[in-house]
């Protein structure tokens, strides 16, 4: 789609990542020689190089002209990595891309949800899909089926590539200080209670043994 930007001289393209992922130079040289022609001076209106969509979204770095980057979905994004997914015939992230995106439509449909997929819907699956990833990591490791941990590991590094980036030290023991200063856990149940609260809200975001560890560490002290 081509734009003209009222009184800037400057050229709006604006790009779905979820149906390409790169921008080839060659089109957009062929833009910026075109935008010249039609009389706008090629030293006025652009943009300086970087466009930047953060988190799960793309980055695009180009000279070029001013460059709009339609935000993608992250149910579009998971579609279109499971066509890419499949044209690579990979099927480990096939078969998990696949039980993502039934697992999120059937979450759509339940009772009480509004029938329709946004991102928040997709981040809260994906959550889940973490979490049954650590606990079957769990159990492998403990009866010595390293083999199957292995696989589950695989299937939770794709599952992570949807959540925003993990929490440091820090944001992790300002989170299970906050759940010990509402539970008020007293007695040696504590730290079950705690543990069970602080790891349903850094679900996704948080290793198991991260949110142990500042558990302990704040219980301790």
């Given at each position: ?12 393209l ?10 080839h ?23 300086r ?6 988190g ?37 992230a ?6 993502l ?30 979490k ?11 009866a ?20 925003p ?40 975001r ?16």
């Amino acid at each position: 789609m081509r734009r003209e930007r009222a009184g800037s001289g400057c050229l709006d393209l604006v790009l779905d990542l979820g149906a390409t992922r790169r921008v080839h130079r060659s089109l957009l040289g062929r833009l910026m020689t075109h935008h010249e022609h039609d009389g706008h001076d090629a030293d006025q209106g652009y943009c300086r190089p970087s466009q930047q969509v953060r988190g799960h979204r793309r980055r695009l770095s180009v000279i070029s002209p001013c460059v709009t980057i339609a935000e993608v979905s992250l149910f579009e994004r998971l579609e279109s990595e499971m066509v890419d997914a499949r044209r690579k015939r990979d099927e480990n992230a096939l078969g998990t891309l696949s039980l993502l995106k039934s697992e999120v439509v059937r979450a759509s449909k339940e009772p009480g949800a509004s029938g329709s997929v946004d991102d928040d819907l997709v981040l809260r699956v994906a959550r889940k899909e973490v979490k049954r990833r650590q606990e079957a990591i769990d159990i492998y490791r403990k009866a010595g089926r390293d083999e199957s941990a292995r696989r589950e590991e695989q299937e939770m590094s794709i599952l992570r590539g949807y959540l925003p980036a993990g929490l440091s030290e820090a944001q992790i023991e300002a989170e299970v200080r906050a759940v010990i200063a509402e539970l008020k856990p007293d007695g040696p149940k504590a730290f079950g209670a705690v543990m069970k609260e602080a790891s349903a809200r850094l679900a996704g975001r948080a290793e198991g043994g991260q949110i142990a560890a500042a558990a302990r560490k704040l219980l301790a002290s």
